[in-house]
């Protein structure tokens, strides 16, 4: 694989800067800020309904935020000229077409992406499923469909990657696999963020993590930083977020309804 982060180029951070998204008089994200930068796993942890999927959203431009903003090296994920090559990402496995093959799915990826067809075959051989190629899609196992969906992401060779929930669905051998490509995606420069719910995968996978309850930040920092004065990740985990999963229930001052 090519080195992500060529000389000259703006450096990929992912960049959420007062983040909120509203859903029918609830906040999903509430005043959300951080920064993911290359080089590290970020993991963005928070127990289910934290606001993850929706701020993954946000900054891959399929929600509109209610206020802030999600920039990636600089713009929105929309104003990016050559998207699949800058970004890529696994949002929701299950979003293929069943009757498709794993390759013809990929193709017409790239076909519309303008991206080389041997890139297709390349990414397959990266996941595992080189032998599945010819396969449709409605015979796959869901971590076979992670596995297809880690492959898409991959396909514009970008220097920024998100993955929500990747390991759900996987065997053990399966999230090992993920794992170890989240490692050498970082190792390779690439800024990457991972969210998942379980803090036992992210205390072994993250370099940094995003923890977040109730859509609001609550803290951010090394495993070992967050550890630090909790016993254990899980014990800072539920100090954490304990007291943040609950939302309110008005809307703030200036928010559309
Ligand atoms: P997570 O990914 O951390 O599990 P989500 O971002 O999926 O959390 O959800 C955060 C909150 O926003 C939840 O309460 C969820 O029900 C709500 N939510 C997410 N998407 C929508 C939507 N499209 N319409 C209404 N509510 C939504």
Do not use: C
Request: no cysteine; net charge neutral.
């Amino acid at each position: 694989m090519s080195s992500a982060v060529p000389a000259g180029t703006v450096v990929a951070m992912i960049e959420v800067r007062d983040l909120s998204k509203w859903y029918g008089g609830k906040p999903a994200v509430d005043h959300l800020t951080f920064t993911v930068r290359p080089g590290r796993v970020t993991g963005f942890l928070g127990p289910n309904g934290a606001g993850k999927s929706t701020t993954m959203r946000a900054i891959l431009a399929l929600d509109r935020p209610t206020s802030g903003s999600a920039l990636i090296s600089g713009v929105r994920y929309d104003q990016l000229t050559e998207p699949l090559r800058e970004v890529g990402a696994l949002l929701d496995a299950g979003a293929v077409h069943p009757g498709r093959t794993a390759a013809n799915h990929l193709r017409a990826l790239a076909i519309a992406a303008h991206l080389p067809r041997q890139r297709v075959d390349e990414v397959l051989d990266i996941v595992g499923l080189a032998d599945m190629a010819g396969k449709r899609v409605k015979g796959f196992s869901l971590g076979m469909r992670q596995r297809l969906g880690i492959a898409a992401a991959l396909l514009g060779d970008p220097a920024v990657l998100l993955f929500d929930e990747p390991v759900n669905g996987l065997d053990p051998e399966g999230i090992r696999w993920v794992r170890g490509l989240m490692r050498s995606l970082a190792d390779e420069g690439r800024t990457v963020l991972v969210s998942s719910h379980l803090m036992s995968e992210m205390a072994v996978t993250a370099d940094e993590l995003v923890v977040i309850g109730g859509g609001r930040l609550v803290a951010q920092g090394t495993v070992s930083e967050l550890t630090a004065g909790h016993g254990s990740l899980e014990d800072a985990y539920f100090d954490l977020t304990g007291g943040h999963t609950e939302y309110a229930t008005s809307y703030p001052p200036g928010v559309p309804r």
